[in-house]
């Protein structure tokens, strides 16, 4: 929570656990996966939600009638309906309001990349989200990889969603399963000393196919210049 609030200078938000079967349908969202409330004291209330996302989203759009451009978070459960037995998850989601000329997903995932940075998680990986869910962009989506297990997804809200909820700006959002991300943070930090030499930094610029991945780019880098590389940091593009 500190992270977010003083860090990144996100607002938490405190939603209710239920949705109506009108949000479900106009994120297409499974039905048949979610835990319907007999006795709900709405419509509005009638579903126990599968992500934090729809909530959120309906906040955004009461935060922008007095913020301009409004970021936020929410830490809180899920329930998913399986054959056995429901799947409680605890998640970490956060939605953000963009301008329409900004590169909502891009700022989205430095945001996020700086959190895992504080918090201790590293060699987290953005890697390809094949058949992302209706309400995502299909070409603004990524899935979290960590430890080989994917722990969430970074994405901008599909446009014609956007519209259909009277946005006329850009929405990104992220979902990260809390429980796996705990359990694989980082306690023990090491401290060495300085380097008697002084290190150097090189800017190189390459020219790529549009469509090749920052992380085979990195693994590229990272396999020819080890053990002399330190660090990677992608500085620009144009």
Do not use: W
């Amino acid at each position: 929570r500190e992270i977010f609030a003083y860090a990144l200078n996100f607002n938490e938000v405190y939603n209710y656990s239920f949705y109506s079967k009108k949000i479900i349908a106009d994120f297409s969202l499974d039905e048949d996966k979610h835990l319907r409330i007999l006795n709900a004291l709405s419509e509005d209330q009638s579903h126990l939600r599968i992500s934090l996302i729809p909530n959120l989203v309906e906040s955004l759009r009461e935060a922008a009638k007095n913020e301009e451009f409004p970021a936020l978070f929410e830490i809180g459960k899920t329930y998913i309906n399986e054959e056995f037995m429901p799947e409680e998850k605890k998640m970490l989601s956060s939605v953000a309001l963009f301008k329409k000329e900004i590169n909502a997903f891009g700022v989205m995932k430095g945001k996020l990349e700086e959190f895992f940075y504080i918090f201790g998680i590293e060699n987290a990986e953005f890697i390809e989200k094949k058949n992302p869910e209706e309400y995502i962009h299909p070409h603004q989506c990524a899935e979290i990889k960590f430890r080989n297990k994917i722990i969430g997804k970074i994405f901008t809200v599909h446009p014609l969603l956007a519209e259909k909820l009277d946005f006329t700006d850009r929405i990104a959002a992220f979902e990260l399963d809390l429980s796996m991300l705990s359990a694989g943070k980082k306690t023990n930090i090491k401290f060495e000393p300085e380097s008697k030499f002084p290190s150097i930094d090189f800017d190189v610029s390459v020219v790529i196919d549009r469509k090749t991945e920052v992380a085979a780019l990195r693994a590229v880098i990272e396999k020819a210049a080890k053990p002399l590389l330190k660090t990677i940091e992608l500085f620009d593009s144009y």
